[in-house]
């Protein structure tokens, strides 16, 4: 499904594939009972999962605030990657400017390598993006799971800054296939000015 996101830098849409949750930042309200509706159609209102409800809304309003108060734009939640096929994981945007100390005559490519030390820089169709890979360990009981967390710093056009998309995958269970994964959705990217250009 194609998800669009403004904030002050620039709209853009983006492919999310299967079913994701848009929750929303704007308002404290608004996000709580977003939330509050979504644990409910995923949980059930069965008696006895009366805590796993509660720990599950307190976890996202947690995830959610602090998405917030680092100046997040848009936070999307995968529920399934098909029907009946869970996918973990969690997708933050925000922006941020340009470093001072990056040289803005300097080619692009430089410029982003410049600017998110320890990237990897791959291109994509909007251009080069900067991505920073971790891969963790998540402890569930007795059992171990990779978890991976995933970083894209993708220049907005006319050098508005840059759109930092983040991606926390718990139980990654092969992080080098949900790599790809996530920089095809990163690379589903479509910036609102160049889609207005292909309509006229």
Same mark, same amino acid.
């Given at each position: %499904?194609?998800?669009? /996101?403004?904030?002050? @830098?620039?709209?853009?849409?983006?492919?999310?594939?299967?079913?994701?949750?848009?929750?929303?930042?704007?308002?404290?309200?608004? %996000?709580?009972?977003?939330?509050?509706?979504?644990?409910?159609?995923?949980?059930?209102?069965?008696?006895?999962?009366?805590? %796993?409800?509660r720990? /599950?809304? #307190?976890? $996202? *309003?947690? =995830?959610a605030?602090? +998405?917030?108060?680092a100046?997040a =734009?848009?936070?999307? %939640?995968?529920?399934? *990657?098909?029907?009946?096929?869970?996918l973990? +994981?969690a997708l933050?945007?925000?922006?941020?400017?340009?470093?001072?100390?990056?040289? !803005?005559?300097?080619?692009? &490519?430089e410029? $982003?390598? !410049?600017?998110?030390?320890?990237?990897? $820089?791959?291109?994509?169709? =909007?251009?080069?993006? +900067?991505?920073?890979r971790?891969?963790?360990?998540?402890?569930?009981?007795?059992?171990?799971?990779?978890?991976?967390?995933?970083?894209?710093?993708?220049p907005?056009? !006319?050098? !508005?800054?840059?759109?930092t998309?983040?991606v926390?995958?718990?139980? &990654?269970?092969?992080?080098?296939?949900?790599?790809?994964f996530?920089?095809a959705i990163?690379?589903?990217?479509?910036? &609102? #000015?160049? @889609?207005?250009?292909? *309509?006229?």
């Open positions: %499904m194609t998800y669009t /996101a403004r904030s002050p @830098q620039g709209s853009y849409s983006i492919i999310l594939p299967g079913t994701w949750a848009d929750i929303p930042l704007v308002d404290e309200e608004t %996000m709580r009972e977003r939330i509050r509706t979504l644990v409910l159609q995923q949980v059930g209102r069965n008696d006895r999962l009366a805590r %796993m409800r720990d /599950a809304r #307190e976890e $996202l *309003v947690s =995830t605030e602090r +998405a917030r108060a100046g =734009t848009a936070f999307w %939640m995968s529920l399934e *990657v098909l029907p009946g096929i869970p973990p +994981a933050i945007a925000r922006d941020r400017a340009w470093p001072e100390e990056v040289d !803005a005559e300097r080619p692009l &490519a410029r $982003l390598a !410049a600017a998110t030390p320890g990237a990897q $820089l791959i291109e994509q169709r =909007t251009g080069p993006v +900067a991505r920073i971790e891969i963790g360990e998540d402890v569930i009981g007795e059992t171990r799971e990779p978890s991976l967390y995933l970083e894209y710093s993708v907005y056009p !006319a050098d !508005a800054g840059l759109l998309v983040s926390s995958a718990p139980t &990654a269970h092969d992080p080098e296939l949900y790599t790809l996530f920089d990163v690379d589903s990217l479509t910036w &609102a #000015e160049l @889609q207005t250009e292909e *309509v006229s």
